[in-house]
């Protein structure tokens, strides 16, 4: 089993930064490849951004050159920096433990957190 748990969530005015932690434990090795998606009310879930073992990422366009994955060295934790935030960022985001689809394509896995809420309002 492999448990995830998020942090970092919260309220913040347009333009403001937040950012996510997961941390991992359990049967980490079974992972091949970490995410993290959101889901706004009334819309489904969908992928923001995935990194994978190399250390190569991809993102939703919607996030790009705004949001920045990574992980620490020992690959416990999974981050979510998340800048000039919008209204539209408002969501549960959550973390997830996948697999590598090859050529920057995520699988998702069965490995999800609680979530955690993220509120970019005024």
């Known amino acids: 089993q492999v448990q995830l748990v998020e942090s970092g969530g919260g309220l913040v005015q347009p333009g403001g930064s937040l950012r996510l932690s997961c941390a991992a434990s359990?049967?980490?090795?079974?992972?091949?490849?970490w995410a993290w998606y959101r889901q706004a009310p009334g819309k489904q879930r969908e992928l923001v951004a995935a990194?994978?073992?190399?250390?190569?990422?991809t993102y939703a366009d919607s996030v790009k050159g705004r949001f920045t994955i990574s992980r620490d060295n020992d690959k416990t934790t999974v981050y979510l920096q998340m800048n000039s935030l919008k209204p539209e960022d408002t969501a549960v985001y959550y973390c997830n433990g996948g697999y590598d689809g090859g050529s920057y394509s995520y699988i998702g896995g069965i490995y999800w957190g609680q979530g955690t809420q993220v509120t970019v309002s005024s």
């Open positions: 990194i994978f073992r190399g250390g190569s990422a």
């Open positions: 359990g049967s980490i090795y079974r992972i091949q490849a």
